[in-house]
């Protein structure tokens, strides 16, 4: 990817910006929610000066996500009680770039705000590798703990803001499976297919100690490659697996649950730094209730989705205990790579943060 990149698509978003628009009306919870929080100490005084910003949010996610509901959420919220004078901007589904260049234009500031997911930043903040370990978290209640820990919130926004971006929010959208046309019983069955995998090394690794043949390929290109049969299958939350419609072109659902699928919302460091302090504030207090109501829809599109694949056609398979264990033996390969490129006490820090988010 040339550096270049993130200065030309200023000037295409500048000429584009008043013809693409997403997200102006108000979702009913948000309203709901921004009215009931107007007589809470956090509510942000009426008719403050919060000056004038008009921001992008880029994704390449569809609108049925959680990524697409927080975000949504928080733009209406940061609006409504602005004033009017922050007016975000919402561009779902690649609209402007593919996954590394919107984080890559969010770094270099041509974009102002972003949201994905931890592996997708691995090569600007490569810290983010920590969460690419598979099998760290015990279930989705843990993970959220740890996300909602003091080390989340500070020792990893650390390591974001060294990099040029500042972490305004963690959600998730529970964890990832592995989708096939293959039958797949066990993990034995997983040899040779064909599995497309984010460009990460660690992901990469992971699936070539399986047995499988791990083949990067950007997200918005999977459904040509899975319907031409360019790749068996692919690993994804439910909530991509309908978002994307991968259900019309795979058979199989296999509820490996190896990694969580983090969801991060950020925005460019320089430019979250030079606001005045209480823009900052209102910025902050958006976020964190965006993120908390980004847990109820988490829940509730998990189940849904998961009902749509099995109303699609698709068979849903579960590992037994022996191929789990198989799955976490092979993992082994990552926790190596992360310790080498991180170093032990990074990889120590983390995991005794973990520790500490179990009950």
């Known amino acids: 990817m040339k550096k270049t990149f993130a200065l030309l698509l200023a000037g295409v978003m500048a000429l584009n910006l008043s013809a693409c628009s997403s997200g102006d009306q108000a979702a009913p919870e948000a309203t709901e929610k921004t009215e009931a929080a107007q007589d809470g100490a ?6 403050e000066d919060y000056g004038e910003y008009n921001w992008n949010l880029a994704m390449t996610v569809s609108e049925t996500t959680t990524n697409y509901k927080m975000v949504e959420y928080f733009a209406n919220l940061v609006k409504e009680r602005s004033g009017g004078s922050i007016n975000i901007e919402l561009y779902p589904g690649g609209q402007l770039a593919n996954t590394t260049e919107q984080d890559e234009a969010c770094v270099a500031g041509s974009i102002e705000m972003v949201t994905g997911m931890t592996s997708d930043l691995t090569d600007f903040v490569k810290e983010m590798a920590l969460f690419d370990m598979p099998n760290v978290f015990d279930d989705i209640d843990h993970m959220r703990r740890f996300l909602d820990s003091d080390y989340a919130k500070n020792q990893i926004n650390e390591y974001c803001e060294a990099s040029g971006i500042h972490m305004l929010a963690f959600s998730d959208a529970g964890f990832r499976q592995l989708t ?71 058979k199989y659902v296999v509820e490996t649950n190896h990694v969580g699928h983090i969801i991060v919302f950020f925005m460019n460091n320089d430019l979250y730094q030079s606001l005045p302090d209480n823009t900052k504030a209102l910025i902050d207090e958006c976020a964190a209730e965006a993120a908390e109501y980004a847990k109820g829809v988490a829940n509730e599109s998990i189940e849904a989705d998961k009902q749509a694949v099995v109303d699609a056609g698709c068979e849903i398979v579960e590992f037994g205990e022996e191929d789990l264990a198989v799955l976490r033996e092979k993992a082994q390969i990552v926790y190596d790579m992360v310790k080498e490129d991180l170093g032990e006490d990074i990889v120590k820090g983390f995991q005794d943060a973990v520790d500490a988010a179990r009950e």
Do not use: C
């Open 180 to 250: 096939t046309n293959v039958p797949t019983a066990s993990v034995a069955d997983l040899k040779g297919q064909k599995i497309r995998v984010m460009t990460n090394k660690y992901h990469i690794g992971y699936w070539n100690a399986i047995g499988a043949s791990a083949v990067p390929m950007q997200f918005n290109e999977l459904f040509m490659g899975l319907q031409q049969g360019t790749v068996d299958g692919q690993e994804n939350p439910y909530m991509n697996i309908i978002g994307n419609n991968l259900q019309e072109v795979q």
């Open 42 to 47: 956090s509510q942000a005084e009426a008719g």
